[in-house]
């Protein structure tokens, strides 16, 4: 910029004393590259700011009453300012006017330019960058989170270093979510950002060159109520939609919920409409990947493909453009809409005041007066003629109708030649093991001659119309007819009659089955094999062995310390066996041993056990009888004499229990004498 334009653009009125103001020395121009209209702003405010600092050195009241008193004679245009000062700003607030003044006192002319003062950006939170982090990091951890609990948390973990305001604490978590919107949207909300920043570059329907392609299946609810008792009660179905890629066109069907029979009845009504297709792309709902719906499909020979969880832009086709078409075009304006999410819902209800919404049923609240078939032929229709001949971007401004009529002259549309087959592969099935008595469908048997080759094996059964009976296949991943299986007692059949037809069929069979084995039998001799296989084996190791050594050549002998003692104890084993002398001392020691035991056992011997000491006792007291070997032995052992023994022998429990016995025997003998007894 000339110095003649800095001048120009620099010229404030006389009314600023220039000697006044603060000189801010910087390294660079503040005004530098600022747009005009900016530098305008900001040398009005500089006007106005000298005005009111000579206002203020000429007061003697307060700051507030001086401000107070300038605002109110510049509003009144009794302050005089440049034509330019007043046409930007014609009448000023005390508030802006401190806030301006403290920012020229602070920065000079640069802290009057919007969006460029007081060195934005340059704060206390910017220039230490753990603190940076700190905030951030609770940004991300909380995304609501509250500018007065970060600075809390800066006060706790920043204690030493120089703390922020609020006021710049709210400023960098409000600039650092506008700079970073996509980030932080992805923190706040994955699936809205998902849904409005993931790159889409490339097209979904690239591959996709004619029409039954591909399908794609999803199902949500169907955000509005119905009523599933008249005037009763009411609740929401279960909407189920599928839709042609190539043409866009769709068939819903609504059920009570997401279920294996609800994915049979939607394709029943959806094939005659659409076709059949190659393959049917869904998520891993577990309707979509039960036993039932995947039999199905193997017996259409439609590739059925589950996406990764959560991952809905690999279907995008009928998240966005079909169900957030039929949720956002259809159900918002039928009765009983109930909104998408909980606050439309608090919304809706809101429309009611409280008296009016007090004791009321969601009926009354959101209006609700369809059925479920009513709300089913109002989706129809509006799919068929209002979604159905709308134009879509991705079809050129083609609509869905006018694709798929197209594809249909064109004979790319594959039908099934009569609809009620759909009901036969498409219906209620399952599968199970065909036993002794027949095929068990819960607790009734089913039979046709046909399974007599499968029993025992596994095969599966749809059932039909008629409960009587059952349509069976092989258990194959491409499965075959076998037959139509029927109850006897349902049909009032013979089960005799069946029996016996069924006995027979049995066995020619077997008698078949039989005859091909015993042939097999005969032509590859398996009852040889075994020498075969040991002859083969023998044959190869001798063709495998190394030639044999040369004359005169010596093996190369093998060392180890195992092999050396084994050696040594070989060499022992081999020699004679000689007796080794006998020290003199063990001799002695042994001899003193066997003494011992000796002693020990008659020592043993001479001792009395309970009752020979009460018949020792016996013989001495009441001279019964003369004492034996034995127990003179005994008193003899002890150094007592007969008398001395009794003595002692009386004080002990032995022989107080001696007498107890002997008299619980003298009275019970006289008891029997007198003819009494004793119970016991």
């Given at each position: ?129 753990l603190m940076r982090e700190f905030v951030i990091a609770q940004i991300a951890h909380n995304p609501r989170v509250r500018a007065r609990f970060v600075l809390d948390g800066i006060g706790v973990r920043f204690a030493n270093d120089r703390i922020p305001d609020l006021r710049s604490v709210e400023r960098f978590i409000r600039d650092w979510k506008r700079k970073n919107g996509s980030l932080f949207q992805r923190v706040a909300d994955p699936d ?471 008299r619980w025997s003298a009275d019970e003998g006289q008891a029997h004498d007198e003819g009494k007894s004793y119970a016991h």
């Amino acid at each position: 910029m000339s110095e003649a334009a800095r001048s120009e653009q620099l010229a404030v009125p006389a009314l600023m004393d220039a000697a006044a103001l603060p000189v801010v020395t910087a390294p660079v121009d503040p005004l530098d590259g600022i747009p005009r209209a900016l530098i305008a702003r900001a040398l009005a405010k500089a006007e106005i700011v000298a005005a009111f600092r000579a206002c203020r050195g000429r007061s003697c009241r307060t700051l507030n009453a001086t401000g107070a008193s300038f605002v109110e004679r510049y509003n009144s245009e009794n302050e005089k300012v440049s034509a330019e000062t007043r046409a930007l700003y014609p009448t000023i607030e005390w508030p802006s006017l401190q806030r301006d003044w403290r920012r020229f006192e602070k920065s000079g002319i640069s802290g009057l330019i919007p969006g460029y003062g007081g060195r934005r950006g340059d704060t206390i939170i910017a220039r230490i960058p753990l603190m940076r982090e700190f905030v951030i990091a609770q940004i991300a951890h909380n995304p609501r989170v509250r500018a007065r609990f970060v600075l809390d948390g800066i006060g706790v973990r920043f204690a030493n270093d120089r703390i922020p305001d609020l006021r710049s604490v709210e400023r960098f978590i409000r600039d650092w979510k506008r700079k970073n919107g996509s980030l932080f949207q992805r923190v706040a909300d994955p699936d809205l950002w998902k849904s409005r920043h993931m790159l889409a570059l490339g097209d979904a329907d690239a591959g996709i060159t004619r029409v039954g392609q591909l399908f794609e299946i999803d199902g949500t609810k169907s955000d509005a109520f119905v009523l599933t008792e008249i005037e009763t009660k009411t609740g929401k179905m279960q909407m189920i939609a599928v839709l042609d890629v190539k043409s866009r066109r769709m068939v819903a069907h609504l059920a009570p919920s997401e279920s294996s029979q609800a994915i049979a009845e939607l394709l029943i009504k959806a094939f005659p409409i659409l076709g059949i297709p190659d393959e049917i792309k869904s998520d891993r709902g577990a309707a979509f990947l039960s036993e039932r719906t995947q039999r199905a499909m193997a017996r259409l020979g439609i590739k059925w493909t589950a996406v990764r969880a959560y991952c809905g832009e690999k279907k995008p086709f009928i998240e966005r453009g079909g169900m957030g078409s039929v949720l956002h075009g259809f159900f918002e304006n039928v009765p009983g809409y109930s909104g998408h999410s909980p606050a439309e819902a608090s919304a809706i209800r809101k429309r009611a005041s409280f008296a009016q919404r007090r004791g009321q049923n969601l009926a009354k609240l959101y209006r609700v007066e369809l059925t479920g078939p009513e709300l089913q032929g109002l989706l129809d229709r509006w799919l068929e003629h209002l979604y159905g001949n709308r134009k879509h971007r991705g079809l050129g401004g083609r609509t869905p109708n006018e694709v798929f009529a197209e594809a249909e002259r064109r004979g790319q549309v594959r039908r099934v030649a009569d609809d009620r087959l759909l009901d036969l592969i498409l219906g209620e099935d399952g599968a199970a093991v065909v036993g002794k008595k027949g095929l068990r469908v819960g607790n009734v048997f089913y039979w046709d001659d046909a399974l007599v080759e499968h029993v025992g094996g596994t095969v599966q059964f749809v059932r039909t119309r008629d409960a009587g009976k059952l349509i069976v296949y092989t258990a194959d991943a491409a499965p075959r007819f076998i037959c139509i299986a029927v109850d006897p007692e349902a049909l009032g059949l013979d089960r005799e009659v069946l029996a016996i037809a069924a006995k027979q069929r049995q066995t020619v069979v077997m008698r078949q089955g039989m005859d091909e084995l015993r042939a097999l039998k005969r032509k590859h001799r398996p009852d040889k094999l075994y020498r075969e296989i040991l002859d083969h084996a023998v044959a190869k190791t001798a063709a495998m062995l190394p030639a044999p050594a040369e004359a005169g050549a010596v093996a190369l002998p093998y060392r180890s310390a195992a092999l050396t003692a084994a050696a040594a104890a070989l060499e022992a084993l081999d020699a004679p066996a000689e007796p080794a002398p006998h020290d003199e001392s063990d001799l002695r020691e042994g001899a003193e041993a066997l003494r011992e035991l000796m002693n020990r056992k008659t020592r043993r011997e001479a001792l009395l056990n309970r009752d020979q000491l009460w018949d020792l006792w016996i013989a001495i007291r009441r001279a019964g009888r003369p004492l034996t070997e034995r127990e003179q032995a005994f008193l003899s052992r002890f150094g007592n004499t007969a008398e001395s023994w009794a003595i002692s022998y009386e004080s002990t429990s032995d022989y107080q229990a001696g007498l107890d016995l002997e008299r619980w025997s003298a009275d019970e003998g006289q008891a029997h004498d007198e003819g009494k007894s004793y119970a016991h």
